[in-house]
């Protein structure tokens, strides 16, 4: 049998191909370039090698906000998870007030992230907000505008108020799957409620809280807005995580080529964190 | 082990606003003998599964008490009634080995590990999983997994009786001989209670000893497999059982024996006294034959079956089918049929005549 030769479907590729150039691909290229050369304008570059990457690598500013960046991102996972667990496992199964349920969950995954840092950046005011004025009159003292101790709780609660919702209904999703034989194979067997938690409910769950998991660290590892409209990175330094860093560096300082260099450093940091989780998930499912 | 008793057990589902509630079972009085090998066969939406779902404690029923060697268990919760229940689909924990899972509700009881691995080492041994007790549970086939839920009720030494509802669903079909013929062996070897419901004739059959037809929330008939099948206590045990079913034709009765249209039927179990109500005389397509003598009938079809073929005949406008071996010969002209007044019985509204009518 002959096969007929033709290639032009190819075509059909192109405009797909376009668009992933444009907003991805072409970004990215001219990141790397700014990383590895030095411009003072008129698009005019010098060659600088790995220069800015030593710079930054070596610089405590960056393992500053590294940290910081690392204990919001750790801290937001261990409470959202189990948070979220918890709540799935008490929300209602069946019945009127399961869409009652489901709705006031998905309420704050639907409002702008900006919102969200405009709305607690006035709830927690001290003179004025209700969060803040009541702690206050309480005596507890509470100034989140010049306390880092106060900032820090106030970004992780918004943190925690704003995407708990997210790992609560990817959970009730993952236990509105197990079959009721389950449940009642379970209480034949005579298993505690922690028994079948750790071997019926965990296990079902396993593959959204993987997604659940990556998705959170993903989207605080890079948290811009939110921090940035309550705290603005402040006070003094205390909440400047990485992008924020990053920003004030871009386009606070206009070093580009250091920016440039973080922004790569940032990127592959998050693709491999990413890559080396899933990688543990899915070989742990395969056994 | 024990014995099983219903006293009086209804059992209606909530009904939606502003109906009536409908019995899913109604009036159920019986007793299970201890190490007996039960089958509940009936149509889907028989309430067979609502009657498993009683013995194991996961329903309550609305009326009635069911007790276990005499002791009321009727409001036990599951995990104290001491029952093992093997699903539709394949209950497994994924995460644990074949051995763990086997464990499992061993462990919940707080038995002592030596014993435990001594009990799953035996169980795994007639189960013939004891080459892959160290293999995750996920990765079985569906019979395998079948096996360890029924596995996980034959470690406990204090289960009163196992219940399977209809186990073999998901079973491949060359496999479901298999597992059903090794159900049959480990109840002779650990003489346990078992309940197994099923809407398979077939399956019912070869697993129980006593087959407990359900049809419309009653137990219509108690029985071996033999006597569902000589003598039918109820139209609906005819039909269901036996392939084809057992023909049930209309008659009027004179003089204690049927007549089917204008043709007089004989049978060795003549009725007395008054009927009142639909009246019908019941014969299995094996017990009719060709004769010279007899109901004229008219052939439609004839299908052929390898060693038998079934016949179906006509008379009037009732559909009759018969049974013939292979080697007899179909009559050319004037086909006439013969009943063996032997399997000949009327019923009347539908249950048997000639003995005390059941409630």
């Known amino acids: ?287 | 082990m024990a014995q099983i008793r219903f006293r009086n057990v209804r059992h209606a589902y909530p009904p939606p606003k502003g109906k009536k509630p409908v019995y899913a079972l109604n009036q159920i009085n019986q007793v299970w003998e201890d190490g007996g090998a039960y089958a509940l066969l009936g149509p889907s939406g028989c309430g067979k599964t609502t009657l498993l779902n009683i013995i194991s404690g996961l329903l309550t029923p609305s009326e009635g008490e069911i007790l276990f060697d005499g002791a009321e268990v009727t409001h036990l919760p599951t995990s104290e009634r001491q029952i093992a229940q093997v699903f539709q689909f394949p209950v497994v924990y994924d995460t644990m080995t074949v051995f763990d899972n086997l464990a499992f509700p061993l462990r919940n009881r707080g038995m002592d590990e030596a014993l435990v691995k001594q009990r799953v080492t035996q169980i795994a041994e007639m189960l013939d999983l004891s080459a892959s007790l160290k293999k995750r549970a996920a990765g079985l086939t569906a019979d395998g997994k079948q096996k360890i839920s029924l596995g996980r009720g034959l470690v406990r030494s204090d289960v009163n009786a196992i219940l399977f509802d209809e186990p073999l669903t998901v079973i491949d079909p060359h496999l479901k001989w298999q597992l059903r013929s090794k159900l049959k062996e480990l109840h002779q070897q650990v003489g346990m209670t078992m309940i197994y419901v099923t809407h398979d004739q077939v399956e019912a059959l070869t697993f129980a000893d006593k087959v407990v037809v359900i049809y419309e929330g009653l137990v219509v008939q108690v029985g071996t497999p033999v006597e569902l099948f000589n003598k039918p206590r109820h139209t609906f045990v005819g039909y269901f059982i036996g392939s084809p079913g057992m023909n049930v034709l209309p008659c009027t009765v004179e003089n204690g024996q049927p007549v089917f249209y204008n043709s007089r039927l004989e049978t060795s179990h003549p009725v007395t006294g008054e009927l009142n109500g639909k009246l019908e005389v019941g014969i299995r397509p094996e017990f009719i034959e060709f004769a010279t003598d007899g109901i004229p009938v008219t052939i439609e079809k004839v299908e052929d079956l390898g060693r038998y073929q079934v016949i179906t005949l006509k008379h009037e406008s009732e559909i009759i089918k018969m049974v013939m071996k292979e080697d007899k010969v179909i009559p050319a002209e004037n086909p006439r049929v013969r009943f063996d007044p032997n399997r000949t019985r009327i019923y009347c509204d539908d249950w048997i005549v000639e003995e005390t009518v059941h409630e």
């Open chain 1, 1 to 287: 049998m002959n096969k007929t030769q033709n290639n032009k479907a190819w075509w059909l590729v192109v405009p797909v191909l376009l668009l992933v150039a444009f907003n991805a691909f072409i970004p990215l290229m001219t990141v790397v370039n700014y990383a590895f050369q030095e411009t003072f304008g008129d698009n005019v570059f010098f060659w600088e090698g790995t220069t800015w990457f030593e710079q930054v690598l070596r610089s405590p500013r960056f393992h500053a906000s590294l940290v910081r960046q690392l204990i919001f991102t750790g801290m937001i996972i261990a409470i959202e998870v189990p948070l979220g667990i918890g709540v799935a496992l008490t929300m209602p199964r069946k019945g009127p007030w399961v869409s009652v349920c489901l709705v006031l969950m998905a309420l704050p995954l639907l409002i702008p992230w900006n919102v969200v840092g405009a709305m607690w950046n006035i709830f927690a005011l001290p003179e004025i907000g209700l969060l803040g004025y009541t702690l206050n009159s309480m005596g507890i003292d509470y100034n989140f505008t010049n306390q880092p101790m106060s900032a820090w709780m106030t970004t992780v609660v918004m943190d925690v108020w704003h995407w708990t919702s997210l790992i609560v209904l990817l959970c009730y999703a993952g236990l509105s799957s197990i079959p009721d034989d389950y449940y009642q194979a379970a209480h034949i067997d005579g298993a505690s409620r922690w028994a079948i938690f750790r071997y019926i409910q965990l296990p079902k769950m396993k593959r959204v809280l993987t997604i659940a998991i990556l998705l959170r660290f993903m989207d605080s590892f890079m948290i811009y807005t939110e921090p940035f409209v309550l705290t603005g990175g402040g006070p003094g330094n205390t909440t400047t995580f990485l992008s924020i860093d990053l920003v004030k560096i871009a386009l606070g300082q206009f070093d580009l080529g250091p920016a440039a260099a973080m922004s790569l450093i940032y990127f592959l940091m998050v693709l491999l964190i990413c890559w080396a989780f899933y990688t543990i998930m899915m070989r742990n499912e395969e056994q």
